[in-house]
Every structure is written in structure tokens, then in C-alpha cells.
């Protein structure tokens, strides 16, 4: 399997980014698919998680700011960023678990600034 992230850019305080991750394979049977970021000097955190069933868990910064959604279809998932913070800006990478393998993809860069 492989993650291709896309959306990231550059936004001020209070706007939005759809950002987009592509699966090479069917994510029908993919379990869970997530968003993590990366903001410079930190480490990497789950910002959110969606499951097969759609069932979806947020980090308590991002909740009701922050959707995220699976198009199986397209075999993509896709997390919907709105009120943006500059506290927002870093690297967001998409994550799945494969036979006990950690896939990331490259990552995509958010900017929140004015």
C-alpha cells in the first residue's frame, strides 16, 4: 500500500483546507486510516482516525473544527480542516497499518499564518 497526501498550502487564521490521501489498493479493507501531524520540533500526533465502519475519533484540539471521511469509492480519505490556528501549521501525514506494517505517506505541508 501506498499514501499519497495532497491539500496542504498556505491559510490564514480562521480559514480552510480539505486535505486529501490517496491509497494505492481498495481502503475497504484497510481497518483504520489516520491523519497525524508534525509541527516543527514536536513529535508526531493523531489528529484523527476513521475506521471501516466510519467510526471516527478526533484529538480534543482539533474536535469540531476538524471532519474526517472516507470515499471508498475513490479509495480515499480525506480530512476537512475549517477555523484553522496558527497553532495548526505543520507536516500532516496519512498512516495505515498493513500486516502489522506502519505505512506513512510523504506528507503535506499546512501553513496557518497571516
Known amino acids: 500500500v501506498q499514501l499519497v497526501e495532497s491539500g496542504g498550502g498556505l491559510v490564514q487564521p480562521g480559514g480552510s483546507l480539505r486535505l486529501s490521501c490517496a491509497a494505492s489498493?481498495?481502503?475497504?479493507?484497510?481497518?483504520?486510516i489516520g491523519w497525524y501531524r508534525q509541527a516543527p520540533g514536536k513529535g508526531r500526533d493523531l489528529v484523527a482516525s476513521?475506521?471501516?465502519?466510519?467510526?471516527?475519533n478526533y484529538a480534543d484540539s482539533v474536535k469540531g473544527r476538524f471532519t474526517i471521511s472516507r470515499d471508498n469509492a475513490k479509495n480515499t480519505v480525506y480530512l476537512q480542516m475549517n477555523s484553522l490556528k496558527p497553532e495548526d501549521t505543520a507536516v500532516y501525514y496519512c498512516?495505515?497499518?498493513?500486516?502489522?506494517?506502519?505505512?506513512w505517506g510523504k506528507g503535506t505541508l499546512v501553513t496557518v499564518s497571516s
Open positions: 498512516h495505515c497499518l498493513r500486516y502489522g506494517i506502519n505505512i
Open positions: 476513521i475506521s471501516s465502519g466510519g467510526s471516527t
Open positions: 489498493t481498495s481502503i475497504f479493507v484497510i481497518n483504520v
